[in-house]
């Protein structure tokens, strides 16, 4: 039973720990809003910047859920084309192992 406490408290003080790293970073869509309506035959492109806090290390960005890893911490990335309708956008700051750190930020647009 001691040892079942002894678990159970590492695994809540490493998940505190996690979220206490998590708020040291942060990341910032600058462009598009979150709701915007983006035009199908336009480049279009996310402007961001990541702090990406102790543990991370770059970033993975999902566009409906299609994955591509970004290592720049500060620019712009052109996102595919885009069907008309509605997509959502996230960035994700994770680790030299690509695991997530808890940093994240969703947007969701309209093309038309």
């Known amino acids: 039973m001691k040892q079942l406490h002894r678990v159970s408290l590492f695994v ?9 790293f998590a708020a040291e970073g942060s ?4 462009s598009p809003a979150d709701g915007a309506k983006l035009k199908t035959d336009a480049e279009n492109k996310v402007v961001y910047e990541i ?7 770059h970033f993975h960005i999902y566009v409906d859920g299609k994955e591509d ?11 595919p084309k885009l069907s008309p309708g509605g ?5 994700k700051v994770v680790t030299k ?16």
């Open 12 to 20: 809540l003080l490493l998940g505190f720990a996690s979220l206490l």
């Open 87 to 91: 997509h959502t956008i996230t960035l």
């Open 69 to 79: 890893v970004v290592r720049a911490l500060k620019g712009s990335y052109s996102l």
């Open 97 to 112: 192992g690509h695991v997530p750190t808890g940093l994240e930020k969703t947007i969701k647009v309209v093309a038309q």
């Open 51 to 57: 702090t990406p806090g102790p543990t991370g290390d």
């Open 27 to 30: 990341v910032t869509i600058s």
